[in-house]
Structures are given as structure tokens and as C-alpha cells.
């Protein structure tokens, strides 16, 4: 079993960690090129998301008297250590990797073996994270690496899910799978989910349903991997 806790809107979240005042602000982060990189949830429920020019949505911010930060990536490569750090002191003994800067990939399997309550085991790291760095987390766990991403989109995009998703059965991971789009598994980028889609095949669970090799020499690894992983929730 595999967890992969990652930073909640953490670009965002990195700007206002010493101004907490700040936090139900709209804030929009840019790189300096005019487009946004990352919006915090005020932002997003105002109808504002990251990505966006933000001379398209300045008005829309100044009416909410939002605000917009220019990335300080020294900052955030600080806050990543912090949170990394923070991680890692609690997991200790576990496999971990890093995986991007709020990425984490570690293993719960000998947790998992003695009957641990990984929801509870999850929650109560999320929380002591939090404590410790001001980083709030959202957090998956499945039998593979490709199932804990799929458990952590489920945390942020699914009912009835509320920040954490702990994927233990296939028919709870296929109900996942049946409402996660096929361009949102991992190793799908935009031109696999243009064939795939253009092929009738919309969801993850669609994926899992086809057949491994055939789509391996007509696609590419990626394809393969990524439908073998989520087949190997079996």
C-alpha cells in the first residue's frame, strides 16, 4: 500500500503562511509572465483559476479586492523543505520518495499488515503536518503508485471524500475510476487523451477494461503502465 501526501494549493498557501489575515483573501500567484500559476480557494469560489491571463480576470479581483503575488520560488522551495522535513520525521522507517515539491510517495504497507487504520492514520499526520509547517494536506492510498494518484484526485474531486481517500477494495476503486476523466490518470498528458478519448474511452475505468498489450504497441509504455496499475488493484 502506498500513500502520497501532497501540499494542499501549496504555491498559494506558501504566500500567506506569515500573513494568516490573508487567508480568505483571493489571492492569484504569477511567475512574472502575466499568467497565473496558483489560486487560493477564495479565488477559485469567486470563479477564478489558476492558469488564466491575469489581465482577463483583474477587474473580477479588484471588485473581491484580491490580491496578486509574484512567485518567490526561494520561498517555496523553503516551505517544500519545511513540509518534506515535517514528513519525513513522522514517517520514519517507512520507504519514502519525493516526488515534485508537495509530493510525497511513502509506504504504509507494514501498517497496512497489522491493521492499522489508514484513515486514521492519515488524518492524524495531515493534522500534526499542518501544526508543525502551516501546510495543509490532501492525501491517497492505493495498492500502487498510479491507485494512491488516483485516491488522491478522488480526495480533492469525489464525495464523499473530504481531503483524504483510502482505496482498500476494487469496487470502491472502480467507482473512482468511473468518474475520474482518462486525462487526469498519470502518464495520460493531452495527446494519449485526445486517442483515447477520440476512441470512446472517457473514463479511467474504461481504460482498465482494455486490453494492456494491444494498447502498449499502439500507443506507447505510458498507456500500458498506467491501465496495468490500475488493473493490479485486483
Not at 47 to 55: E, L, N, Q, R, V
Not at 99 to 121: A, G, K, P
Not at 133 to 146: D, F
Amino acid at each position: 500500500m502506498i500513500c502520497l501526501l501532497d501540499g494542499t494549493r501549496f504555491y498559494a498557501e506558501s504566500c500567506i503562511t506569515y500573513k494568516p489575515a490573508l487567508r480568505n483573501t483571493p489571492l492569484l500567484v504569477t511567475a512574472g509572465q502575466g499568467i497565473s500559476i496558483a489560486a487560493n480557494r477564495a479565488c477559485t469560489n469567486i470563479g477564478i483559476s489558476k492558469f488564466t491571463p491575469i489581465w482577463e480576470e483583474i477587474d473580477r479581483l479588484r471588485v473581491h479586492k484580491g490580491i496578486v503575488y509574484k512567485a518567490n520560488f526561494n520561498t517555496f522551495s523553503h516551505h517544500s523543505d519545511r513540509f518534506m522535513t515535517a514528513l519525513e520525521k513522522h514517517i520514519q522507517g517507512a520507504r519514502s520518495m519525493r516526488y515534485s515539491v508537495d509530493e510525497v510517495f511513502y509506504d504504509v504497507s507494514h501498517l497496512y499488515r497489522i491493521n492499522v487504520d489508514l484513515n486514521e492514520h492519515v488524518q492524524a499526520l495531515r493534522k500534526a503536518i499542518y501544526k508543525e509547517t502551516g501546510v495543509p494536506t490532501g492525501a491517497g492510498v492505493g495498492k500502487t503508485l498510479t491507485l494512491a494518484k488516483v485516491a488522491s484526485w478522488a480526495a480533492k474531486n469525489c464525495q464523499p471524500y473530504q481531503g483524504q481517500c483510502v482505496l482498500l477494495s476494487e469496487k470502491e476503486t472502480d467507482m473512482v475510476l468511473k468518474q475520474m476523466p482518462v486525462g487526469k490518470l498519470w502518464n495520460i498528458g493531452r495527446q494519449l487523451n485526445k486517442h483515447l478519448t477520440q476512441e470512446g474511452i472517457l473514463t479511467a475505468y474504461q481504460l482498465k477494461q482494455c486490453d494492456t498489450k494491444n494498447y502498449h504497441k499502439r500507443y506507447s509504455i505510458n498507456v500500458a503502465n498506467s491501465s496495468f496499475s490500475i488493473y493490479s488493484s485486483k
